[in-house]
């Protein structure tokens, strides 16, 4: 399975998916990480690591719709099988969604369908909620929202920041991001409308 991550700053859930590719019989492969910002710091640990990268620059382009016919281009080129987003801070339209229709996962630092968008760490610590954590899902044009293929819970603890919380659900994310994928190359995971189930072994 051919893989794309795309990215728009650190990457540290990218660089946790080259790793499981680098792994011998791991059933899919990084052909590309694509940043729409150039400063991504990701870029460079993909570069290490012989990976093709591509800067395609949202601000290059009139509108969203340019912007995504240059990305769906480029990851036609390279014929892609799969899109990993990893911390890429575009919407994507409805139009891109479709053309790519489950073959885009997403991971969100949260317990989908909570807290979806921005300031997830924060929100949930002013919820009160006793849990949060991660999801990567089979993206759908409506923002944060899919099939889930895989989740992990992490407890928000009375003494929690923002930055205390969200590394601790990092961590979880650098497991989860790649086990789905996993999932998904193998083939073990269907959709069933709103949901994904796990085949039988
Ligand atoms: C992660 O928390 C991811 O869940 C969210 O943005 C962050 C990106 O981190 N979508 P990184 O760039 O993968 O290090």
Redesign the pocket.
């Known amino acids: 399975l051919r893989v794309a991550v795309l990215?728009s700053?650190?990457?540290?859930?990218?660089q946790s998916l080259v790793k499981a590719c680098a792994v011998e019989n791991f059933p899919a492969e990084i052909v590309t990480v694509v940043s729409n910002n150039l400063e991504a710091a990701?870029l460079k640990f993909a570069a290490e690591n012989s990976i093709s990268t591509r800067v395609i620059d949202h601000r290059d382009f009139d509108d969203r719709e340019s912007f995504e016919t240059q990305l769906t281009e480029y990851l036609a080129e390279l014929d892609v099988d799969l899109i990993c987003l990893?911390?890429f801070m575009r919407l994507l339209t409805a139009d891109f969604v479709n053309r790519w229709r489950d073959r885009i996962l997403n991971?969100?630092?949260s317990l989908l369908p909570a807290f979806k968008g921005l300031h997830v760490h924060e929100r949930a610590i002013e919820s009160g909620a006793r849990f949060t954590g991660?999801t990567v899902h089979f993206v759908r044009p409506e923002m944060d929202d899919g099939p889930i293929i895989a989740q992990a819970a992490v407890p928000i603890l009375q003494d929690d920041t923002v930055d205390i919380l969200?590394a601790r659900?990092?961590e979880q994310?650098h497991l989860i991001y790649p086990l789905a994928l996993r999932l998904v190359a193998d083939k073990q995971i269907r959709i069933s409308g709103p949901i994904a189930i796990l085949n039988e072994a």
């Open positions: 990215i700053s650190r990457g540290s859930n990218m990701g990893a911390g991971i969100h630092p991660c969200a659900i990092l994310e």
